[in-house]
């Protein structure tokens, strides 16, 4: 007699991820744009602006972390004040379009300027995102450095992470956007908008539960600057 695992065609059991990353205090961070010429998004007249950040330290910040380390494609600000531009910082999620260098990153937005008063950077990380991409079944091409990440078609809609085990570190919880608005943000999107999309607590911070989650729904830090390892396991 002999015991035979039956293959389980879209099933995908990958190893558990984690990281270490805080809230990056942005209180003495510098900021500064670039002009992205209008026409920049396909359809649309936008005008954007490429935005640079540079941190007053290392920012810890990576596409290209260590085996079975989260990488870091997406932030949001705790706080942020725009004086100029279209749109709000605080509370939306976008897509960072390079790491140049350990204290500075790129993201795109149609804010043309902005101050930080006792602000953080959040890493965000997208379960659906990172399934899709590790998995293989992103149809999109991922191609990055240290300094590059771009995803062929723009951000990736690959349904739902099946089940999704997450232990979440000290002021660190997971969130879900009930209207399905919270697309992250990037030069394909063309748009900062004026309000935030609305997300919601799954867990208490630094609980820990399964998940079903969609390609909005994310984990990250609560804002607070302190350190505990969060664990991420996705079976789908």
Not at 36 to 62: D, M, R
Not at 85 to 111: E, K
Not at 130 to 152: D, E, I, P, Y
């Amino acid at each position: 007699m002999s015991d035979l695992k039956i293959a389980s065609g879209g099933n995908d059991f990958i190893a558990e991820q984690s990281t270490t990353q805080i809230a990056i205090a942005n209180a003495t961070n510098a900021f500064t744009l670039a002009t992205v010429s209008a026409g920049l998004v396909s359809g649309t007249n936008t005008t954007g602006y490429v935005g640079t950040l540079t941190f007053a330290a290392v920012h810890g910040l990576t596409f290209s972390p260590a085996a079975n380390i989260l990488p870091n494609y997406f932030i949001k600000f705790a706080s942020a004040t725009v004086t100029g531009g279209t749109g709000i910082l605080t509370g939306n999620v976008f897509r960072i379009l390079s790491i140049p260098s350990t204290t500075t990153l790129t993201f795109f937005t149609t804010v043309s300027s902005a101050t930080f008063s006792g602000a953080s950077v959040i890493p965000v990380f997208y379960p659906v995102l990172q399934q899709s991409l590790l998995s293989g079944a992103a149809t999109g091409v991922v191609s990055g450095s240290s300094n590059s990440f771009t995803v062929q078609g723009g951000y990736p809609y690959y349904g739902t992470v099946q089940c999704a085990n997450i232990t979440a570190g000290s002021n660190t919880t997971v969130y879900y956007n009930p209207d399905n608005t919270g697309v992250p943000l990037d030069a394909q999107t063309g748009i900062t908008p004026s309000t935030a999309a609305t997300v919601r607590s799954l867990l208490s911070a630094a609980g820990a539960g399964q998940f079903r989650l969609g390609p909005y729904d994310y984990v990250a830090q609560t804002g607070v600057n302190a350190s505990q390892t969060t664990y991420i396991s996705i079976v789908s």
